[in-house]
């Protein structure tokens, strides 16, 4: 049988930048998706921006018996906002009735319903207050 010395068990443990050789990851935090959200929000937004601004003809746009003059860029641009909302209702409404057939409903009938008897000194009704006049 062989015996292991001290310096055949030892491991080698680093507190510094280094562990076991190779470096020690950085800790993922919140703070980087929000960072790279915002960067790319800002992006989006300046693209309409441009998009706006390029488009800047004058239209005529009639909409439910309402009509006005907007440029191109913008009334292209609130159509296509309305049509995100109209997706985003649809959704909505679909997953509500979906939500709504999953779950079991309840139903109380008059013979399910349990009352708690009172003690036996009092009389039926005694608990009630008396209406004031």
């Avoid at 960067?39 to 009639?62: K, P």
């Avoid at 439910?64 to 907007?70: P, R, T, V, W, Y």
């Amino acid at each position: 049988m062989t015996r292991f010395t001290d310096s055949a068990r030892s491991t080698k443990v680093q507190s510094g930048p280094e562990i076991n050789d190779r470096p020690r990851p950085v800790p993922r935090v919140r703070v980087g998706g929000s960072l790279i959200a915002f960067a790319a929000s800002a992006v989006v937004l300046l693209l309409l921006l441009i998009f706006i601004l390029q488009n800047g003809q004058r239209t005529d746009v009639h909409f439910f018996g309402a009509q006005g003059q907007l440029s191109m860029g913008v009334a292209l641009l609130l159509a296509a906002v309305f049509g995100v909302l109209l997706v985003t209702v649809q959704a909505t409404v679909r997953r509500i009735v979906q939500l709504r057939l999953l779950t079991p409903r309840r139903r109380t009938t008059p013979s399910t319903t349990i009352t708690r008897p009172g003690p036996p000194d009092t009389e039926p009704g005694a608990d009630v207050p008396e209406e004031r006049n």
